[in-house]
């Protein structure tokens, strides 16, 4: 069935570093990529999302990267901050239905 | 523009008993999911609905149900509940499939005792 691979589990860096998650999704008939950010409490929000038809996006400090042959997408974050700290979901969707990936804890130490 | 809202927060319930979550989309979207989420299984797609029909369905035994109202709020429902339902369950909110966004509630946490 459909599955979404996201690694790593947990993500340390020191503030103003770079952070790279990155995920591997089954269903080649997916079109849709976005990313979560889940603080503590809360839901996750959707903080940046990609379409097939695109392989770069970007926004201020977070860029996603997507490679459709070898189903690869990657988050990239630079200069990292604190409020960064969060839970991080990738999820691949082909308009049938979401499916996420296991997240990824990431630290950000001042 | 108020958000996705999602009651209860929070509640307790015992093995054998039935709960009811509730779920009110964001003004205007026509599509809510719902999601099971846990500590060892992250966030499992249960069901979604798109005007008041059910759309599409996850790997969940019967006892996970749901439905939609005309005014696009929904509701789910377990019902002879287990130890394992214990989760933190998600509602998302969006205007169609086609558009891909999907906006989370703060989600309702179950204690099963």
């Known amino acids: 069935g459909e599955n979404v691979e996201q690694h790593p589990s947990t993500l340390s860096v020191q503030e103003g570093d770079s952070a790279v998650i990155k995920c591997t999704y089954s269903d080649s008939a997916s079109n849709y990529f976005p990313w979560y950010k889940q603080e503590l409490g809360k839901g996750p929000q959707l903080i940046i999302d990609i379409r097939s038809n695109v392989g770069e996006k970007k926004d201020q400090r977070i860029a996603v990267t997507l490679n459709k042959t070898a189903k690869h997408f990657s988050l990239h974050i630079t200069e990292t901050q604190p409020e960064d700290s969060a839970v991080y979901f990738c999820a691949a969707s082909n308009t049938d239905k979401l499916i996420f990936g296991t997240g990824t804890r990431l630290q950000v130490f001042p | 523009k108020a958000g996705v809202t999602q009651t209860p927060r929070y509640l307790i319930k015992t093995r054998g008993q039935q709960v009811t979550l509730s779920c009110s989309p964001i003004?205007?979207?026509?599509?809510v999911s719902w999601y099971q989420q846990t500590p060892g299984q992250g966030l499992q797609f249960l069901f979604e609905y798109f005007s008041e029909t059910q759309r599409n369905k996850g790997n969940f035994p019967g006892r996970f149900s749901g439905r939609q109202f005309s005014n696009s709020r929904s509701e789910m429902n377990v019902s002879t509940l287990e130890l394992g339902d214990s989760a933190l369950y998600l509602c998302a909110s969006g205007k169609d499939r086609e558009e891909g966004e999907l906006f989370f509630g703060e989600g309702s946490r179950l204690t099963v005792l």
């Open positions: 003004s205007g979207h026509r599509s």
